[in-house]
């Protein structure tokens, strides 16, 4: 098992560039989940899934739109990268019995010039 | 909004030594506690949750405890070894809300030989 992958890794934008981050999952969780990491601060939930079909707004929503896929995968759009947007972003998985338990991606490392 | 705190920010601490990590909240309508830790440039990883109507939960070399009167929750590792250096935080959640956490801003560990 691959548990959560994320890519790419690493990206480098222009302000007002859009793109969009991939996630996926092979654990066959139900919820997915998007956070921002900034420098010297805790994760802070952008956006997530409580099931297949299912989106919502988490804490910091402004700027960007995600999509549901299909089970396994869950992505995220920056449709015009702004500076504040530079940081490393998480996605994660839960399944509904362990729900506490969030399994994370490695992270991609964001910079918007 | 409801927020997660810690009250240190790095601590040191010598092989072999015990550690406690603290960690303040405010939600006092929170059903789990949950600690994370994150190694240098990966994703944060479960350690251990507790549910709001114990006051102790342990497991292997950790035990997390609960005060709700002071809303004070703790990480105690026994016997630290270079491999626990990383950054931990607490985080909350309740019930009902899709599984969403809200995350602490993390204690930098470090372990010295």
């Known amino acids: 098992n691959a548990g959560v992958t994320q890519t790419p890794k690493f990206q480098v934008l222009k302000t007002g560039q859009s793109m969009t981050l991939q996630c996926a999952q092979d654990?066959?969780?139900?919820?997915m989940y998007w956070y921002r990491q900034d420098p010297g601060m805790g994760l802070r939930l952008i956006y997530y899934?409580?099931?297949?079909?299912?989106?919502d707004k988490g804490e910091v929503p402004n700027g960007y739109n995600v999509s549901r896929l299909n089970k396994r995968e869950f992505s995220l759009r920056l449709e015009s990268a702004a500076p504040s947007q530079t940081s490393v972003y998480f996605c994660?998985?839960?399944?509904?019995?362990?729900?506490?338990?969030?399994?994370f991606g490695p992270g991609t490392r964001l910079t918007v010039l | 909004g409801e927020s997660v705190g810690l009250h240190l920010p790095t601590l040191s601490v010598q092989e072999g030594d015990n550690s406690i990590i603290n960690c303040a909240y405010s939600?006092?309508?929170?059903?789990?506690f949950i600690w994370y830790k994150q190694e240098s440039g990966k994703g944060p990883q479960f350690i251990i949750d507790?549910?709001?109507?114990?006051d102790k939960r342990q497991g292997q070399r950790v035990t997390v405890l609960l005060n709700k009167t002071v809303k004070h929750l703790s990480l105690q590792i026994a016997a630290t070894q270079p491999g626990d250096s990383a950054v931990y935080f607490c985080?909350?959640?309740?019930?009902?809300?899709?599984?969403?956490?809200?995350f602490g801003t993390g204690t930098r560990l470090q372990v010295t030989l």
């Open positions: 994660a998985s839960s399944d509904r019995v362990n729900y506490n338990e969030q399994f």
């Open positions: 654990m066959n969780h139900n919820s």
């Open positions: 899934s409580a099931s297949e079909g299912t989106t």
């Open positions: 939600n006092s309508a929170s059903d789990y």
């Open positions: 507790i549910r709001s109507n114990m």
């Open positions: 985080a909350e959640m309740e019930t009902g809300t899709a599984s969403k956490l809200t």
